[in-house]
């Protein structure tokens, strides 16, 4: 039964076609992991030449036209510059970088950091948003965070994926630096017992006699086994139950986040094709229509806009560092972020010794999303690595504060968490986690000393001692 | 906190968020929200939109009965240096606002580059024109201040005497938001901001400041909202209920409590 009037136009004449509620038109570009529509008001075009493109690109997707988007384009409504179809400049559907945010199925794009992902809430970055991170002191721990950031959206882009093009992510850094994306980590391959397995497989993988010969059996029956227990082990811990979002990511967007090696440099390294500068030796009017120009020449492309060490007195003149000079260049960066938030998102980083308060909270005003990173001064490290004598790897390097995050401050919710995570920089991964203040480790040459220390204190060390060794005789009952 | 202590949200003597008072007369009121940096006041712009729209905050206010009548039925409009239009129509289509029922001035868009080299006076005058001129309407102005920081030279006064006073004489109520800050700061620019903000409460007759919790981050509290009078003289028949409440903001919904 139908309800349409007489004489009412298929499609209206809005150019949003038709829809049941709760249900997503056939013809419009769905996500394909969570059908989310992609397109916004904004980019309406009455370009019909354009229009007919974009009616072309989706076939060429391998996917079926709607008939009813078809009808629209040829429909004639009595005012030529009704708008008939939207220009749909968004990115490819199978994007590898992009997944939906599990708390509000926003559209998000990794930051080269899991954890720090999982710590923003929505598992990365929602497009659309920005994020800066501070540091106190003189380290550069944000630099690191900022590397693994632009190296995420490059590794985007080498994606060897057949549901989705390549050339899909375009990296944008305001900064004089031209060598920094010489400077970008490459992917972590394993321990050097992991590549040595790796470089065993491909030896194995090749055509040769003896492999021909070796394929037989499998290969796991091949390796020397010391004992049947730990093949039974083996596969008892490859059926434990995984947490949903990790088997998510090793299923579904396995190539949404990657690891890397911050020792290592990423080869080859971008192209121009892959990442452009722009310096902040200009007006800002200079900055902000390069960059715009920028993010329309890389249509369908995920822009990652990214400022290494904001408001560096050797990279920023002295203009800037009055109000007048970094508001308005913050403040169009977040405007263009936000026009064009389908595919835009923004990260920076910055020194906050460098800028008085007052400023260093207009800037951050500027931001969806404020990180701070508190290093461990000399004492502080040296009690941790006191407290960690035997697990030297637990050793934290500072402090992550939490200021706001993108989405859930901006409607209203307070999280920031002041000393509640705690980060430390590896080789292979920069981890965070929340903070517990470690109880220290007595030594033998101490437990005399020990002695004199209050009762609850010899309380907790017994207790420690006592559950290492209930730990040891759990491992022996286990094992034999 | 159960459901039990749960309080509506009242900002007037006759239990009102938005008084129909304040349209009874000729005069032109203005209401300031302050809010610390973590604390964004974007749920009380939609409680008061939703106040004046649909007659009843439906955010957090409980009400069995049937939504009373409209008491408002001018135009709103929303002008906004840090939101986009799109922004307001994604939370406002969230509950059931009208989009028909206002407008929004999109000052962040492009705003840099449309106005960058023109003089202070001249960047003013073009956002007042874009302002619509209605005696009867609600104007509500998200962050003027940025103005100082991105306006070379603009003083507090010439942004209380070249835009704040213009627009409230060209509405029945402006509702200005506004950081918290503390009115004691020792750069210039601190303090031309921290006069802008003393000015704008001698102005207000209501000032709704929202701040978090002293002791820091809470699973259950998300912050306090203080409702006091502000410094302007009240010829209205309604005053200025002042109280303090608690209030919980999670995943698009507020709940508020008696402090």
């Known amino acids: 039964m139908s309800f349409r009037r007489r004489g009412e136009v298929l499609n209206g004449r809005e150019g949003s076609p038709r829809t049941i509620p709760g249900r997503v038109p056939t013809g419009a570009p769905r996500n394909a992991r969570n059908g989310s529509l992609q397109s916004s008001k904004n980019e309406i075009t009455h370009d019909v030449g354009h229009s007919q493109e974009n009616r072309v690109n989706p076939m060429r997707r391998g ?218 030796h200009q007006p800002t009017q200079g900055i902000l229509s390069q960059l715009e120009q920028i993010i329309k020449k890389h249509d369908n492309k995920l822009i990652r806009l990214i400022i290494p060490s904001l408001l560096h007195p050797a990279t920023y003149p002295p203009t800037s560092f009055r109000l007048s000079g970094i508001i308005p260049l913050l403040h169009g960066i977040r405007s263009l972020v936000k026009k064009y938030e389908n595919r835009c998102v923004l990260l920076a980083t910055m020194s906050s010794d460098l800028v008085d308060d007052f400023l260093l909270c207009e800037v951050e005003s500027m931001f969806d999303a404020v990180i701070d990173l508190e290093p461990f001064s000399q004492e502080m490290l040296q009690f941790l690595e006191k407290a960690y004598k035997s697990q030297p790897n637990k050793v934290q390097h500072g402090l992550l504060h939490i200021s706001k995050l993108p989405i859930f401050s901006e409607r209203g919710e307070m999280h920031e968490m002041r000393s509640h995570y705690a980060f430390k920089n590896g080789r292979k991964k920069f981890a965070i986690e929340e903070w517990d203040i470690p109880v220290a480790d007595v030594d033998d040459s101490d437990k005399e000393n020990s002695s004199a220390l209050p009762h609850g204190h010899e309380h907790a060390n017994k207790g420690m001692c006592e559950s290492t060794e209930s730990r040891s005789s759990t491992n022996i009952s286990i094992d034999f | 906190m159960t459901n039990v202590q749960r309080q509506d949200l009242v900002v007037f003597d006759d239990n009102s968020v938005i008084s129909s008072a304040l349209f009874s007369k000729e005069t032109h009121s203005l209401i300031s929200i302050a809010s610390a940096p973590v604390t964004s006041p974007f749920w009380l712009i939609s409680a008061i939109m939703e106040d004046l729209t649909l007659g009843v905050s439906n955010s957090f206010n409980e009400t069995t009965e049937s939504p009373p009548a409209k008491k408002y039925l001018g135009p709103i409009t929303l002008v906004s240096f840090i939101h986009n239009a799109k922004y307001f129509a994604n939370a406002f289509s969230k509950i059931k606002i009208p989009p028909s029922s206002y407008k929004v001035v999109d000052l962040l868009t492009d705003f840099v580059l449309k106005n960058s080299g023109m003089p202070n006076h001249k960047v003013l005058s073009n956002i007042l024109k874009s302002i619509p001129d209605n005696q009867s309407s609600v104007i509500i102005l998200e962050q003027p201040e940025i103005l100082l920081s991105l306006l070379d030279g603009l003083t507090s006064d010439d942004l209380h005497r070249k835009l704040i006073n213009p627009v409230m004489r060209r509405c029945k109520l402006l509702v200005v938001t506004t950081k918290l800050r503390s009115l004691i700061q020792e750069t210039k620019d601190g303090i031309e901001a921290s006069r802008f903000t003393a000015c704008t409460y001698y102005k207000s007759m209501a000032i709704l400041s929202l701040r978090p919790l002293e002791t820091g981050r809470a699973k259950d509290v998300t912050g306090c909202l203080r409702i006091t009078r502000g410094g302007s003289a009240n010829t209205l028949d309604c005053q200025v209920q002042e109280n303090e409440y608690l209030y919980f903001n999670q995943k698009e919904n507020t709940r508020l409590f008696y402090r």
């Open chain 1, 63 to 280: 996917l079926l036209s709607s008939p009813i988007n078809s009808m629209a384009a040829l429909n004639i409504g009595n005012n030529p510059r009704t708008p008939n179809i939207r220009n749909i400049e968004t990115l490819d559907m199978n994007h590898p970088g992009i997944r939906p945010s599990p708390a509000s199925s926003q559209q998000t794009t990794s930051t080269g950091s899991f954890d720090l992902d999982r710590v923003l809430g929505h598992m990365g970055l929602p497009l659309g948003n920005s994020m800066i991170i501070k540091e106190q002191g003189t380290t550069e721990f944000s630099a690191v965070l900022c590397k693994l950031f632009a190296a995420q959206g490059i590794m985007h882009t080498r994606v060897e994926n057949l549901s989705s093009r390549s050339d899909n992510t375009h990296l944008c850094v305001i900064s004089a630096n031209q060598g920094f994306s010489k400077e970008l980590p490459g992917v972590y391959k394993g321990s050097s017992k992991d590549i040595k397995k790796t470089r065993i497989a491909e030896e194995q993988s090749k055509v040769t006699v003896q492999n021909l010969s070796e394929q037989a059996a499998p290969t796991r029956y091949n390796d020397l086994k010391i004992a049947w227990r730990y093949k039974l082990g083996d596969e008892n811990s490859s059926q434990q139950p995984k947490d949903n979002e990790s088997s998510m990511m090793e299923t579904e967007y396995k190539d949404y986040n990657h690891q890397f090696n911050i020792t290592s440099r990423m080869v080859p390294a971008p192209t121009p094709s892959e990442i452009s500068y722009v310096t902040p």
